[in-house]
């Protein structure tokens, strides 16, 4: 099944491992391969809705986004994209395609074939996973952005590539971080993500492209990380359900910004449906929280009291050291409106509503509640 309309429907274009919807496309004559298309394509014409197309969408945000953009924009306006085997909810969700970002040739086929309007690109390796394979972070960080970009350019896509709190460094003021300030990360993930920034509003200055970024802290979120190194403040819930032991592999002060997937979520959508000419900048920091794993543990002690947490900082702390403990998103609040939802209090109990449901008997969850 999940070959279906995985790995060969856009690599080979069988007709029978297209989604019913997209077949009849393909008898249409294509859309005009290079500059500003006329037609936005059948469906788009009637109700002027985008179709998105989103990169490396099964990790940790992609899903997320995808069901977020389907209720905006339709079902099957929104494409999940990724290079690995979908599971069976993904697919039966909406569109799904292999799509690798290092093979330019087959990204433009799927953005021509399918009218794509707007690109997001997730596909990346995060932090401490790009420190272990700098090679292949590089490649997939670098050349796939290049692709993209260069996808985008020909044929006038709106291009959203997130950027991280690791596109700072040690030189960077850390509490808080402005929009605007030095940038020297010291690690390949961030500096990839430097590098990004500066393409996409270089792209954006030279070609007009609609290139838009926002700058994440770390995202909290149910899933399973995907080695960052914010990935304790996902992990410490789960611990603190199951085994009430958690081994932080950061410092107990260690202050980094934070925030709730479904804050960081919405607020990306919204980013990408701003009018262009609210958008004084390009790239924007988003925040929402700021903490230090001791002042979590204590909050999720309010939930489990007997919860402990253990330090045994590794290599990951340095990385910690160099980024910012807090952020300034006062330009994204001032220029389109953004505003976070979450706390941290709320964060906590979100999370742990969510994850007692996984873990504990429901009367658990009823007792948590009252
Ligand atoms: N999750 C966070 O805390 C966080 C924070 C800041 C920024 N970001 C950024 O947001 C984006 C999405 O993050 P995420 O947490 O979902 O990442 P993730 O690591 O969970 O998922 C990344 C996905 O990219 C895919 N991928 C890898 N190589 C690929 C290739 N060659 N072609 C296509 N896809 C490929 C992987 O299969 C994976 O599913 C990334 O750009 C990341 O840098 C994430």
């Given amino acids: 099944m999940a070959s279906k309309l995985g790995v060969s429907a856009c690599r080979f274009y069988s007709r029978a491992a297209v989604p019913p919807r997209f077949r009849q496309q393909l008898t249409r004559q294509p859309a005009a391969v290079s500059g500003r298309r006329e037609s936005h394509g059948l469906y788009n014409e009637m109700d002027h809705r985008p179709r998105v197309l989103i990169t490396g969408s099964l990790g940790q945000l992609g899903g997320g986004l995808a069901r977020i953009l ?11 994209s990724d290079i690995i085997q979908a599971p069976k909810e993904v697919l039966q969700a909406g569109p799904y395609l292999y799509a690798d970002v290092l093979d330019q040739r087959s990204l433009k086929e799927i953005c021509v074939n399918y009218e794509i309007d707007w690109l997001v690109h997730f596909g990346a390796l995060l932090s401490a996973v790009g420190e272990a394979n700098v090679p292949l972070a590089m490649e997939v960080n670098i050349e796939g952005l290049h692709n993209v970009l260069e996808v985008s350019r020909r044929f006038n896509l709106k291009l959203f590539v997130p950027s991280t709190i690791g596109a700072f460094g040690p030189d960077s003021p850390r509490n808080p971080t402005p929009d605007l300030t030095i940038q020297r990360p010291r690690t390949i993930y961030g500096v990839s993500k430097v590098h990004g920034e500066l393409m996409g509003e270089y792209y954006h200055h030279k070609f007009g492209m609609d290139f838009r970024c926002l700058r994440y802290p770390g995202v909290i979120s149910t899933d399973q990380p995907g080695g960052g190194t914010t990935d304790y403040a996902l992990k410490i819930f789960h611990d603190a359900l199951t085994t009430k032991v958690h081994h932080c592999y950061l410092a107990p002060d260690t202050r980094l910004p934070m925030m709730y997937i479904d804050d960081l979520l919405s607020a990306t959508a919204d980013f990408l449906e701003a009018p262009e000419d609210q958008l004084k900048m390009r790239t924007y920091n988003i925040g929402a929280v700021d903490f230090t794993p001791e002042e979590l543990a204590q909050e999720i002690r309010k939930f489990v009291p007997d919860f402990e947490i253990i330090y045994n900082p590794d290599h990951r702390q340095a990385i910690a050291d160099s980024w910012p403990q807090k952020f300034d998103f006062s330009n994204a609040s001032n220029d389109w409106g953004y505003r976070p939802l ?6 906590c109990e979100v999370m742990m509503e969510a994850l007692m449901q996984v873990y504990k008997p429901k009367h658990k969850v009823a007792e948590l509640k009252e």
């Fill in 70 to 80: 389907r209720d905006r924009f339709g079902r099957d306006n929104v494409i999940m």
């Fill in 342 to 347: 979450y706390d941290m209090r709320g964060m």
